[in-house]
């Protein structure tokens, strides 16, 4: 059984930040890549960041330089450091491994970017 729960999201006024995180139960954690992905009212879900089991990280071209992504494999948590935001980074954020895996998507944390 894996559990994937996301937490952090926020209102937040342009060029603020946000830190989310993703706790992950279960075996999914230690063996995959993680990513975040977004959902943003009215689009498709998208990719925003991925990183490897050993810590390599590649990013959407509209979040590179601004976020951030890592993670704690002893802690089986993955985070992602949101900052300068803009309007069009409101979305609902969720994590998965990467690849995602249709099972393991969550209730997602909802940013908000509004003045």
């Known amino acids: 059984q894996v559990q994937l729960v996301e937490s952090g999201g926020d209102l937040v006024q342009p060029g603020g930040s946000l830190r989310l995180s993703c706790a992950a139960s279960g075996s999914i954690f230690s063996r995959y890549a993680m990513a975040w992905y977004r959902q943003a009212p009215g689009k498709q879900r998208e990719l925003v960041a991925v990183i490897t089991t050993g810590g390599s990280t590649n990013y959407a071209d509209s979040v590179k330089g601004r976020f951030t992504i890592s993670r704690d494999n002893a802690k089986s948590w993955v985070s992602l450091q949101m900052n300068s935001l803009k309007h069009e980074d409101t979305a609902v954020y969720y994590c998965?491994?990467?690849?995602?895996?249709?099972?393991?998507w969550g209730q997602g944390t909802r940013v908000t970017v509004s003045s």
């Open positions: 998965n491994r990467f690849p995602a895996h249709s099972a393991y």
